[in-house]
């Protein structure tokens, strides 16, 4: 599997404050589950990379779960799904 | 050792009858989301007065209060349930009554707090003075826009099964629970101050579910199904409030779900009555207590802006860059302030609704909702 290039330190920063607040109106801000679904390793852990990534950027059309194409790259979303995966960053400030 | 000790409980407990005595009218809490904490306000003296921690994960917390402004009901995401004493700044009850949880109620006689769950779906009841579990209402479905009714009843949403169900609670051993079609993903509900119409704002199809608890026989009707027609959606990436919604001049402010737009709504015929072009996908939309404005806030990406309707014209008279993030308002009891949150500037700050000076500012750790004890007073808060 090829990735795209990981995001850069600074991005990376501003992906883990989306992930937690914006995400996390609808997924919880521990990502525990919310009108969404938990985004946790353990919820995870079975589904395939490929789609949870495509379900990022994409959206899910009849569900709640809104395209985010216009903020958040393909790269970025591979990111994003892989720490889901591992257990997501806490943010720094 | 022990004289002194004696000596000291005697200055403490003289320090403690000599707090002042006063008052809960002017006092409120604002969360503080990323450190499971609430700030205890007063809204006179503009300030934070005190702080209580230890009520677990609020993100999407919210806020009910006792009939005597003393307590304060926090439900946290996590399923805890906080019963805050605001005049002794402390902890007074905590129980833990579901897996995820987004909100709850209080009942018109004060006696009775229910939450409403996600995870296990269906709403729960409580002794208000307690906590003990009185009795459950499982909906095998997250449920939303939960509202007190008069008469010890209970109005919510189903979004998983697209209905609007109302429980009676005069015994609340024994829930007597009707239940009503209302459309596809009732994403959340309000009641009209008079407590009579419930509403249900859906995100599956265009429209709003529309109750008339004085007459339920009639069964829920849909209004203002075509108002997007034709047009394509916007992405949502915040589902829109509808609690601590408007209602002025005969007409409500409706949040339009997935566009720039506020709806108005006739509430004699339930047509729609117009529309106001906004800065973003609405997320609350809110009355000052007279009526004569209406505060607009958005979802992610614009989220750092607010802005005013007036309601006499119809038109937007003030756009505010109040700061990062704004995630809640809340007028003072008579409306002569507003006080936002601004979630990524850690702050809350106060402007004055007349002139839209901003008066001051208070540090506060991720702020989210800000509830001030005249709730205590309202049917739907």
Known sequence: MV???????????????????????????????????????????????????????????????????????????????????QGFPVETR | MKPLFALLSALLLSACAQAPLRGTGDLGVIIERATGRVAIVDTTAKSILARVEGLGDLSHASVVF??????????????????????????????????????GAISQDGRLVVAQNYQPGGIKVFDASTLELLSEVPAQSKVVGLVDLPGQRFAYA???????????????????????????????????????????????????????????????????????????????????????????????????????????????????????????????????????????????????????IDTLSGQIVQTLAPGKAILHMEFTPRGEHVWLSARDDNLVSIYDTQSFARLATLPADSPSGIFFTSRAARTGF
């Open chain 2, 158 to 308: 189903l979004f998983d099964k697209g209905e609007i169900w109302v429980s009676d609670l005069s015994d609340p051993r024994l829930p007597a629970t009707q239940k009503f079609p209302a459309g596809q993903q009732p994403y959340d509900g309000l009641v009209t101050p008079d407590g009579r119409h419930y509403m249900a704002g859906l995100f599956g199809e265009d429209g709003i579910a529309l109750l008339d608890t004085w007459r339920p026989e009639l069964g829920a009707k849909k209004i203002l199904q075509h108002y997007g027609k034709g047009q394509e959606k916007l992405p949502v990436f915040k589902m829109p409030h509808l609690r601590g919604w408007a209602v002025a001049g005969g007409k409500a402010y409706l949040p339009a779900i997935g566009r720039h737009e506020v709806l108005l709504v006739d509430t004699t015929t339930w047509k729609e009555a117009g529309r106001v072009k906004v800065k973003g996908q609405p997320v609350f939309v809110m009355a000052r207590p007279d009526g004569r404005q209406v505060w607009v806030n958005f979802a992610f990406p614009d989220n750092g802006w607010v802005q005013v």
């Open chain 2, 66 to 103: 006792a009939r005597d402004g003393r307590y304060a009901y926090v439900f946290g995401r996590d399923g805890g349930l906080t019963k805050v004493d605001l005049l002794l700044a402390r902890i007074d009850r905590r129980v833990m009554q579901a897996g995820n949880s987004i909100g």
């Open chain 1, 3 to 85: 990735h795209a290039a990981d995001p850069d330190a600074a991005r990376q920063g501003e992906l883990i404050r989306l992930v937690r607040q914006d995400c996390g109106s609808c997924h919880g801000m521990n990502l525990t589950g919310g009108l969404g679904m938990p985004l946790t390793p353990d919820a995870l852990r079975d589904k395939p990379f490929e789609s949870l990534v495509a379900t990022v950027v994409y959206g899910r059309p009849g569900t709640a779960m809104p395209p985010w194409k216009t903020i958040i790259s393909e790269g970025d979303a591979e990111w994003i799904v892989r720490r889901l995966m």
